[in-house]
């Protein structure tokens, strides 16, 4: 089993910036690619970005260019620095983690722009 545990999320005013983390534990050996994904209320959970073990970006559209995700292998850790925040950023920001053909997910963290 991998835990995965948030912190960073917060209120922020539009063009603001907020650093996410997400470090994992217990079976952490194997953990491949990490990513985070949001759920804004009454919309589906989507993508926000993905990292692999070796350092391999993919972004979501709208956060290119404003987003960047990070990873510490050595502390089993993913970051994901948000800059230039919008109100319609607003959302749960959930850790994202497969090992071994199995996903793993954070309990999310709130992220609110306010305008």
């Known amino acids: 089993q991998v835990q995965l545990v948030e912190s960073g999320g917060g209120l922020v005013q539009a063009g603001g910036s907020l650093r996410l983390s997400c470090a994992a534990s217990?079976?952490?050996?194997?953990?491949?690619?990490m990513g985070w994904y949001r759920q804004a209320p009454g919309k589906q959970r989507e993508l926000v970005a993905g990292?692999?073990?070796?350092?391999?970006?993919n972004y979501a559209d709208f956060v290119k260019g404003r987003f960047t995700i990070s990873r510490d292998n050595a502390k089993n850790t993913v970051y994901l620095q948000m800059s230039r925040l919008k109100p319609e950023d607003t959302a749960v920001y959930y850790c994202?983690?497969?090992?071994?053909?199995?996903?793993?997910w954070g309990q999310g963290t709130q992220v609110t722009v306010s305008s």
């Open positions: 994202h983690a497969n090992r071994v053909y199995v996903d793993y």
């Open positions: 217990g079976s952490v050996f194997g953990i491949g690619a």
């Open positions: 990292i692999t073990r070796g350092g391999n970006t």
